[in-house]
């Protein structure tokens, strides 16, 4: 499985959904984020629109094997599986010390990708919602953004009790 996160892109072979590969993936603020949705019933949602900054194709941080990647030896490795990662020049580290990508497919005067329809999958998700909850950011400037709200499916049902309350307050004092 590959998740796109804000410039990272995560290789995950096990179900993203399950407990134990979301305690790997997240960070502390990521499970302090987690909680806080539960108990305020919740959910991230990705708002906004791409406006061709390019921010997410540049500062490109890799994950193969459940680890941010810190070496070109790893990275190596991780063309063997993915050779369409090819596209990705090793341009330097950050201050964590792992690796840091430009993709060469980048077309910097459209602000879009060379090959846009045939992108990679890690680039059409963008920005995945894991992003939030590895305590990474959405770039400054890009048109996207991360927003806690409400489910329509509780605000629907909310309403409905509402409703449904109305009624049976009215049946039984005879209105």
């Keep these: ?22 305690l790997k993936r997240y960070s502390i603020l990521g499970w302090f984020r ?18 061709l900054c390019g ?3 540049r500062r490109v941080s890799l994950e193969a094997g459940g680890r941010w990647l810190r070496s070109e030896a790893e990275f190596n490795r991780l063309l063997t599986i993915y ?48 992003l939030y909850f590895t305590g990474g950011e959405i770039h400054g ?4 953004q991360f927003s806690e709200v409400v489910p329509f499916e509780k605000i629907l049902k909310r309403e409905l009790d509402t409703q449904h309350g109305s009624r049976r307050k009215k049946k039984s004092t005879g209105d």
């Design 34 to 51: 987690a909680i806080r949705l539960k108990c305020s019933g919740k959910k991230v949602v990705v708002t906004g629109s791409c406006n």
């Design 141 to 144: 400037g890009c048109g996207y």
């Design 83 to 130: 050779p369409e990662y090819r596209r990705f020049s090793l341009t330097g580290r950050d201050s964590q010390g792992f690796l840091l990508f430009t993709c060469s497919w980048y077309d910097e005067p459209s602000g879009v990708c060379r090959d846009h329809e045939n992108r990679l999958e890690i680039c059409r998700s963008y920005p995945d919602i894991d």
């Design 55 to 57: 921010r997410c194709c």
């Design 1 to 22: 499985m590959v998740r796109r996160f804000n410039g990272k892109s995560s290789m995950d072979n096990t179900n993203g959904n399950s407990f134990i590969a979301r």
